[in-house]
């Protein structure tokens, strides 16, 4: 098989931006169908995130998290969001935090990607907190279980 690098041909520069859209070069993605395939074939190590086509991988800039979640939805004793790919999963409440400017975050995709609740997400969430205002803190309530909301980089 040839070289790409010897046809002329390069790795094409692609992005994620804050509010969970795909860009190629300084394009957005708009194919639904493309969309789909990035997500699909998106993966992250070390922090480090790309895209893995057969034996090349096409590294992804991501301005914040690759995820954003769309909507908060009570389910039985717990909560199932709805993520900016249109997939839905259960919120897994113990990776839950605060980033900055105080907005949710949550691990999605068996733990292996950030997600960024949006504001539409963060108020149905927040409307579901407990807020403590002798310490300022606010705590989850699901199933019985108590998630405090705290300030971290990561869970």
């Given at each position: 098989?040839?070289d790409?690098?010897?046809?002329?041909?390069?790795?094409?520069?692609?992005?994620?931006?804050?509010?969970g859209?795909?860009?190629?070069?300084?394009?957005?993605?708009t194919?639904?169908?493309?969309?789909?395939?990035?997500?699909?074939n998106?993966?992250v190590?070390?922090?480090?995130?790309?895209?893995?086509?057969g034996?090349?991988?096409?590294?992804?800039?991501v301005?914040?998290?690759?995820f954003?979640v769309?909507?908060?939805?009570?389910?039985?004793?717990?909560l199932?969001?709805?993520i900016?790919?249109l997939?839905?999963?259960p919120?897994?409440a113990e990776?839950?935090?605060?980033?900055?400017?105080?907005?949710?975050?949550c691990?999605v995709?068996?733990?292996r990607?950030?997600?960024r609740f949006?504001?539409?997400?963060?108020y149905?969430?927040?409307?579901?907190?407990?807020?403590?205002?002798?310490?300022g803190?606010?705590?989850?309530?699901?199933?019985?279980r108590r998630?405090?909301?705290?300030?971290?980089e990561?869970?």
């Amino acid at each position: 098989m040839a070289d790409p690098a010897s046809s002329g041909w390069s790795l094409p520069r692609l992005r994620i931006d804050r509010e969970g859209v795909w860009f190629a070069e300084d394009g957005e993605v708009t194919h639904a169908g493309i969309v789909a395939n990035l997500w699909s074939n998106l993966r992250v190590d070390a922090g480090d995130h790309f895209l893995e086509v057969g034996p090349l991988r096409i590294p992804v800039e991501v301005e914040d998290a690759p995820f954003v979640v769309l909507r908060v939805e009570r389910e039985g004793a717990g909560l199932t969001l709805t993520i900016n790919d249109l997939s839905r999963e259960p919120l897994p409440a113990e990776t839950l935090r605060l980033g900055p400017d105080e907005v949710p975050y949550c691990r999605v995709k068996a733990g292996r990607f950030d997600a960024r609740f949006s504001r539409a997400a963060a108020y149905e969430l927040l409307q579901l907190v407990e807020y403590d205002e002798t310490s300022g803190r606010g705590t989850l309530v699901l199933g019985g279980r108590r998630y405090p909301l705290e300030r971290r980089e990561r869970a």
